[in-house]
């Protein structure tokens, strides 16, 4: 097991290696250098300082010289100064944004483990039934609803007309003065729809799978033997199929991370919460080249952590891969 | 066997629409006001919370490049001088300044017993810091170029600096707006960018730096010690929401007390009673303008009265009313209307579809099925306008309109802006552009329509060349004498008219909006935000404790 | 043992007895008719801007209202079908044209160049799908031709894996031993042998892809990087409509809809092919 989760860990590095190779070319295909955007068709500026601001970001080095400085660099997770002026290091930059969204993955993770497993098994047991059907519908809802549109209806219903949920940011102005639990409550409410929006876009994965798995589990003989032993139709279900096809579904939360991520580009936009997702896109429209960098890095490192757990997860549960 | 319907899609849908269209108003508002009980007296205290789209980078404006940066500085920072309500130049950090008859020595007699936020005293010293920094090359600053007109600065006592330049320069007196730096705080940072400080400023100006939470908010509190007296608003909070529908959600429900309101929300979201109780609108001329630009040197557009024909053929009144709703103002030139230097009655291009058609004939172009030819080349072109701005969208769609009934073909295409710089406007690969203009107190524009300035990477990227206006530039930038400067420019519109090197299409009016219970503000030639320390809401109307 | 034309009786059978799948079915095919024949659902033109009807609610003139300038909002979407529909296909028939590609050259000649290759699939599967089509449509100009490139070279992964696995499993196969002692070409192989059993996978990922593929770029218009206006796309009308949401609901609402909608029938079809396809779940 130690074996196997080991060579896991050694596959990554070619891995790692990969994608910042992918990711630096691809980024330095783009037309227009990182300084445009202080200086291009700014009257006050010219070109002399234009050329020493290329000096100052080290842009006048070929291209594999700028590569491996960026690997080294990296390699002891420095992912060097952001090209914005604010010229902080990206990886404090992305420091601060990581811990608000991996919150809110994570619980959307949550949700989505809590209605989805249900739904999934309860379809199954119940297959071709009305909440078969309904529960299909509902869970392609959210499979086929774009991400954005949701999300605005949801702010308009609960925030404006209803009033019941604030509508951006992850703390009101006056979260300072609150209490320990008055701070929970607030965060709670702030987070309540973008991980409600998550979630809902995210359920139908689990759910279609849990199902589909669920299905398979029943029609095998030992359930069929069960039965036959006269136990009664609860616990059958309950406890000997949903076990053994609960176990793949849950290294698939694992898997679900880089939708995760990606999605949360537009709900952090829209509900202004400042996280990963909204940092990427200014880092894209800025074209600051390390801080896209290692929001990609970062990304893919966070999906290849989720991938190794999905396939401990999964050895784990599959007695086979186990011993070997 | 059951049947599920195939409608049960449309369910969720339904319940959707009926949820939007059913309900009336949203939420109730503040409490209402009754103005004739509340005593309109200046008190201290309360908040007001801003609502900006973009984030600040940086609190040091020399290193920092966008609006929203510039505008938290403000509130820290003072520089030499400033505008006042009708945009022209007084006094802030300086007392009072005197020009020499030759136009070259400027000598600013800086304000006695001011302080920095820190206590230490504010001196020449630290004008001449601001000075010797602004030219160093270790400062990343895009503005070092009009303090490399220095020949000679010299601070010959604590409330005196002078400086010299080599030729008498009138937009000099307006770069000394730059924020002052303090030298105690800096000195032992050659980078300033890289300082403490530009996280935390400490500055002379009416509001204290709290805290900056990135990406998210900034906090100040007033100033008690500011030398123009403390600031009423107790404090300011500018919250990042990056989605203007958002904002307004957030202005209506209490979130936020002030932000810039587009078009369509100034014209149809505001204009219930419910939210004329809770809101002062307002409307003013902003200072920038739209145009299209032609490639000057492009074989249709070489020749001007194509470009007038364009100028007849689009109808600028249905860009105002479809862009704007109404709410702006035709542009004849590159200056605002209402600012000294705008000329009022230079040639007026109305919309005139007719009279296009007739330039066009006489420059040799002939209609056939609908289009027009010449040489056997239809009238086609490609505008360019960068991706993301629905108001330059929106104008390239109307104008794309205008020339098809004149029979141009007129394509469109929006291009992600450094992109757009790089590969389009730099190397000069366009043949026309939709962009704008934002314009500063200082009417001097040497540097869009000089003919010096066209090398690449410079303004004047549609090639204007005209001997008169460059003649014309130059004296207006070397007189300080305002008749003298007018008449320049006066001039120089003239022959923009006539020439249309872009046709100047509209100026989009500002759409603040502010929370009621905040009194105190004037709408003047500079907008509102010039006399923000003197804002203030009376006691009963305060919604923050803020403790001093 | 089954000839394939029972086979392929069972699975039609199947398909069309779940009444979800052919709801799903029929709704692209409505999607297919608004497309193609946009002329019968609309006789406005959607690009005339008339500035004195904007955004005006839905009435007889407009059933379903005006946009921001005037332009009638139902012949928008309808046109717009056409770019989802394009964008879809296109996205997606590269994608699976390179999957194709990689899978059967990584299952067929296997060891290193199966090693790289997948390799190489793994990398692109690190990186979150959405910052990546970002990054790149970012930097070069938003344009359809673009944005179908792009998502296609970023979806190809599967189909690369289903191909592969399934050139392995019917490799080692003893008929196609004997079709090689016979001289079959390599390309017969992958023609008479190892496509038609991929078929089905393959169906439902490309039917899933459309729907993914028409979600991103609705999704991309949204931010301001995908079809750029006046040519009219559900995503962008979206993008304005964002703007004007509260008080002319309807700029929200029908893009919205149709591309719910349009989701979910390749959603639902997609899910219904691999049911019916799917040999385990017998009886049902």
């Known amino acids: 097991m130690l074996r196997f989760v080991a060579r896991r860990l050694i596959l990554t590095i070619p891995l790692l290696v990969g994608i910042s190779l992918i990711s630096f070319l691809m980024i330095h295909m783009a037309p227009g250098g990182p300084i445009s955007l202080t200086t291009d068709l700014n009257p006050r500026a010219t070109a002399e300082a234009r050329t020493r601001l290329e000096k100052y970001y080290g842009l006048d080095k070929p291209l594999h010289v700028q590569y491996g400085r960026w690997l080294a660099r ?251 | 066997m059951r049947r599920t319907p195939r409608r049960i899609v449309a369910l969720p849908a339904l319940i959707l629409l009926a949820v939007l269209t059913g309900c009336g108003s949203g939420k109730k508002e503040a409490q209402p006001e009754n103005a004739a009980a509340v005593p309109d007296v200046p008190a201290y205290g309360d908040m007001i919370v801003e609502g900006s789209i973009g984030g600040i980078s940086g609190f040091l404006s020399a290193v920092t490049s966008d609006a929203s940066s510039h505008e938290a500085a403000g ?158 608003i107790a404090r300011v909070i500018t919250r990042v929401i990056p989605d203007q529908a958002t904002m307004f959600l957030e202005l209506k429900s209490g979130g936020v007390d002030i932000m810039t309101l587009t078009p369509p929300q100034y014209t149809r979201q505001t204009d219930t009673p419910d939210f004329r109780t809770s809101f002062n609108k307002y409307k003013y001329l902003a200072s920038a303008y739209t145009y299209l630009g032609f490639r000057l040197s492009h074989p249709f557009f070489k020749d001007r009265r194509v470009r007038q024909a364009i100028a007849f053929a689009a109808d600028k009144k249905a860009l105002i009313d479809g862009v704007l709703l109404g709410l702006g103002q035709e542009a004849t030139g590159p200056y605002k209307p209402g600012t000294w230097a705008y000329n009022p009655n230079v040639r007026k291009y109305t919309h005139d579809p007719a009279r296009a058609k007739a330039l066009l004939a006489e420059a040799g172009w002939k209609e056939k099925d609908g289009t027009l030819v010449k040489d056997g080349r239809p009238f086609e072109f490609t505008v360019l306008t960068n991706a993301g701005n629905e108001a330059r969208a929106k104008t390239a769609a109307i104008l794309q309109q205008n020339l098809a009934e004149i029979g141009i073909t007129m394509k469109i295409r929006t291009v992600e802006w450094a992109a757009f710089i790089n590969q389009f406007i730099d190397k000069r690969d366009f043949d026309a552009v939709i962009l704008g203009w934002s314009l500063t107190p200082d009417p001097d524009q040497y540097d869009i329509w000089h003919s010096s300035k066209t090398g690449p990477k ?78 203030y809401v009376p006691k009963a109307l305060q919604k923050y404790r803020i403790q001093p | 043992m089954r000839g394939s034309a029972g086979i392929r009786r069972d699975f039609a059978r199947r398909l069309l007895r779940n009444r979800l799948t052919v709801a799903g079915g029929l709704v692209i095919v409505l999607f297919f008719l608004v497309a193609a024949f946009p002329a019968l659902f609309t006789s406005q033109n959607p690009d005339r801007i008339d500035v004195a009807t904007i955004l005006q609610p839905p009435s007889a003139a407009h059933p379903l209202g005006t946009d921001d300038l005037g332009r009638d909002v139902l012949s928008r979407v309808v046109y717009g079908a056409r770019v989802s529909m394009k964008v879809g296909f296109v996205a997606v028939g590269i994608a699976t044209s390179v999957g194709l590609v990689i899978g059967l050259l990584s299952g067929f000649y296997g060891r290193r160049v199966d090693a790289v290759l997948m390799r190489f699939v793994d990398i692109m599967l690190c990186f979150p799908t959405f910052f990546l089509i970002l990054s790149v449509i970012a930097f070069l100009s938003p344009s359809i031709v673009n944005i179908m490139v792009v998502i296609g070279l970023t979806g190809w992964m599967g189909v690369a894996r289903l191909v592969r696995a399934e050139t392995l499993s019917i490799k080692e196969r003893d008929f196609v031993a004997a079709a090689r002692a016979q001289g079959a070409g390599t390309l017969r192989i992958v023609f008479r042998h190892i496509l038609p059993n991929a078929l089905a996978p393959i169906l439902v990922a490309a039917t899933l892809g459309v729907a993914g593929a028409i979600l991103t770029e609705s999704a991309l218009s949204f931010l301001g990087i995908g079809v750029q206006p006046p040519t009219p796309s559900w995503g962008n009308i979206l993008t304005v409509g964002k703007n004007y949401i509260e008080f002319a609901w309807w700029l929200s609402l029908f893009p919205g809809l149709a591309i719910l909608i349009t989701v979910l029938g390749y959603n639902l079809l997609g899910e219904g092919i691999r049911d019916a396809a799917d040999p385990r779940l017998k009886g049902r």
């Open chain 1, 74 to 324: 990296m390699a002891t997770l420095d992912f060097g100064e952001s090209f914005s002026p604010d010229g902080r290091p990206v990886a404090e930059k992305i420091r601060e944004r990581i811990p608000i969204t991996l919150t809110i993955n994570i619980l959307s993770m949550g949700l989505i483990f809590m209605v989805a497993i249900p739904i999934g098994i309860y379809s199954a047991v119940r297959q071709g039934s009305l909440f078969d059907r309904v529960s299909t519908v509902f869970v392609f809802t959210g499979f086929s609803i774009p991400t954005f549109w949701l999300a605005l209806l949801l702010m308009i219903l609960f925030g404006v007309k209803l009033g019941w949920l604030p509508i951006s940011g992850i703390g009101s102005l006056e979260y300072h003065s609150l209490t320990v639990m008055g701070k929970i409550a607030d965060r709670a409410r702030h987070l309540l729809l973008p991980v409600l929006l998550a979630g809902f876009t995210g359920l139908a994965g689990m759910s279609r799978y849990m199902r589909s798995n669920m299905l398979e589990v029943i029609r095998q003989d030992y359930i069929a033997s069960a039965r036959a032993k006269g136990l009664p139709e609860r616990r059958v279900i309950y406890l000997h199929a949903m076990r053994n096809a609960i176990l793949p579904v849950i290294t698939i939360l694992g898997l679900s991370v880089p939708d995760l991520l990606g999605g949360s580009v537009i709900f952090e936009t829209i509900f202004a919460i400042p996280g990963m997702g909204q940092l990427f896109y200014q880092g894209v429209m800025a074209r600051d080249y390390p801080l896209i960098m290692g929001i990609l890095t970062i990304g893919a490192f966070l999906t290849l952590l989720g991938n190794l757990l999905a396939d401990v997860g999964y050895a784990l549960a599959d007695p086979r891969i186990r011993q070997g």
């Open chain 2, 75 to 232: 509130y820290v920072f003072n520089g030499l001088v400033r505008y006042d309500k009708d945009l022209t130049l007084e006094g802030e950090l300086a007392k009072s300044w005197e020009v020499s008859p030759d136009g070259r020595r400027i000598t600013f007699h800086l304000r006695k017993g001011v302080k920095w936020q820190d206590g230490a005293p504010f001196t020449s010293e630290d004008v001449m810091f601001t000075y010797r920094r602004m030219i160093d090359p270790r400062t990343p600053t895009a503005y070092a170029e009009d303090f490399k007109q220095v020949r000679r600065a010299s601070a010959p006592d604590p409330y005196t600096f002078v400086v010299e330049y080599a030729r008498s320069f009138a937009p000099a007196l307006a770069s000394w707006g730059m924020h002052v730096l303090p030298k105690h705080l800096l000195e032992k940072h050659p980078d300033i960018s890289k300082s403490p400080l530009n996280k935390k400023p400490v500055g002379t100006g009416p509001y204290r730096f709290v805290e900056w939470k990135t990406g998210e908010k900034v906090v100040y509190d007033a100033n008690p010690d500011y030398f123009e007296g403390k600031p009423y």
């Open chain 2, 458 to 535: 410079e303004l004047n990227f549609v090639g204007f060349a005209n001997p008169e206006v460059d003649k014309l530039l130059e004296e207006g930038r070397s007189t300080f004498d305002i008749e003298k400067r007018k008449k320049a420019y006066f001039r120089i519109q003239e022959i923009l008219a006539e020439e249309q090197p872009y046709v100047f299409l509209f100026v989009p009016d500002a759409l603040p909006v502010v929370q009621k219970r905040f009194h105190g503000i004037h709408p003047a030639s500079a907008g509102i935000s010039y006399n923000f320390p003197r804002w």
